[in-house]
């Protein structure tokens, strides 16, 4: 597996993976995602001959009906199909789970692809049910776990500040 590097980027250089591989059939538009562009929202890309391999994004966001601006959301998780198994994916979630708990996050939410709920479930993640708009038959459920001091030294803090 090659050592490729990985930066903070802004966003536009992380939608066409997202397109690609989280919404290969839909609109492109689809993958310019509410929040993209505040201040405190975080897009690292993993990095190879210029163009994004791999994308994590971190965004504060409450849970649907909640009013919690504690609550930080994790999107665009992505990764080359090729390059998946070697723990880049795992990065990538250590870096959003770090930043989010280094700006106070509470807890970290997403909706789940149905591909990627066993290692979310392995790395500590749950899914919750007990919310009244979750459709209990979706594929992708919206799982979650809290944010501990701890997490704070996760992923990479050379990356907090934009420089963008
Ligand atoms: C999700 C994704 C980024 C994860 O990256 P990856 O390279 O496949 O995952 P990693 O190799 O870093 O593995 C992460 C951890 O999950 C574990 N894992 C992997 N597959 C697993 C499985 N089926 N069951 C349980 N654990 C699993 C790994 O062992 C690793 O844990 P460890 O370091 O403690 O051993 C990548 O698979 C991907 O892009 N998938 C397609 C897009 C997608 O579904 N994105 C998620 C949107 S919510």
Redo the contacts with the bound molecule.
């Keep these: 597996m090659p050592a490729l590097p990985h930066a903070r980027v802004p966003a536009a250089v992380v939608r066409p993976l997202r397109a690609a591989?989280?919404r290969p059939d839909r609109p492109f538009a689809e993958s310019v995602y509410t929040h993209d562009d505040d201040p405190d929202t975080l897009h690292v890309a993993l990095m190879r001959d210029g163009a994004a391999v791999?994308s994590v994004t971190a965004m504060r966001q409450p849970i649907p009906e909640q009013d919690d601006r504690s609550q930080w959301r994790l999107r665009g998780?992505?990764?080359s199909s090729e390059?998946?198994?070697?723990?880049?994916?795992?990065?990538?979630?250590m870096v959003g789970i770090g930043y989010a708990a280094r700006r106070g996050g509470s807890l970290l939410w997403?909706?789940?692809?149905e591909?990627?709920i066993?290692?979310y479930?392995?790395?500590g993640f749950a899914i919750r049910a007990d919310l009244s708009f979750i459709d209990p038959a979706s594929p992708n459920p919206l799982m979650w776990r809290p944010l501990t001091p701890e997490d704070r030294l996760l992923g990479d803090p050379a990356l907090d500040d934009a420089g963008f």
């Design positions: 591989i989280l791999g998780v992505t990764l390059l998946r198994g070697g723990g880049y994916g795992k990065m990538l979630i997403f909706y789940s692809s591909y990627a066993p290692i479930l392995h790395l």
